[in-house]
């Protein structure tokens, strides 16, 4: 493919991909991503033709007028996306499939100072938030999705989510059952979190870990209950009295506020970050 036709292939992708873009000479001039994967493209042909020096000097003025550091060395694919740019860092032996996008403040770094490969590998369709550090000789399989100011240190199957430190699998909110999800909105209401701190459509590992620990007390609520029944029908007097409720009004009005003002602040921002 000729270099006219690359250039309009990843402006192509660009107005796919952000809402933001409006012109192709406002791509061209403005984009700092796209501007550094351009300039990395002349410095990886330099570097394959063993022009070390000089791909290496060109690769630092790219950096410096774009704010992305890209390895000469680096394998990078067809129409790939830095979002806003600034940050970003790719390694030498890093290896990125096509239709890639990588978002700002991002690293896909080595773990060692030992030759060969270091990198990550990342086949196509990948998608990396913002802040993320994607670390060492692994692969991201296709499809496969990084959330922001995550840490991965090992493979992600095709078509996966990963988020936090270190990154873990989220599920999806399809393979949680619709009973389980209903049984802990209840168990959330009762014990005075609110509903969505365990919706399923929140890939959050602590949202999920407060999950499991509202079907755990729902289990020993169920235990705690049978053997009541149990002893009162043998004559026992157990269980008489209702536990003491919990006064979570003045907590709730306070989260109910937080979450009020954390949505004001992401509704301020870019709707990619």
Known sequence: MGIISTIKEDIASIYHRDPA?????????????????????????LWLKNWNLTARCLSTFSRWLTGVEIHPGATIGRRFFIDHGMGVVIGETAEIGDDCTLYHSVT??????????????????????????????????????????SVVVKDVPAGKTVVGIPGRIVAAASEQ??????RRSQMAKKYGFDAYAVSPDNPDPVANAIGQMLDHMHLMDSKVQEVCQAVQSMGGEVCTEKLPELNVDEFNEAERAAAEKRKQEIDEFDPHI
């Not at 409006?22 to 042909?45: C, D, F, T, V």
């Not at 059952?177 to 209903?182: A, D, I, P």
């Open 108 to 149: 896909l770094g080595g773990t060692t100072w030992q030759s060969g490969k270091r990198h990550p590998t990342l086949e196509n369709n990948v998608v990396i938030g913002a802040g993320a550090k994607v670390l060492g000789p692994i692969t991201m399989h296709e499809g496969a999705r990084v959330g922001s100011n």
């Open 21 to 45: 873009a409006n012109s192709n000479i406002e791509i061209l001039l403005n984009y700092p991503g796209m501007q550094a994967i351009w300039l990395h493209r002349i410095s990886n042909k």
């Open 177 to 182: 059952s619709k009973e389980t999800s209903e």
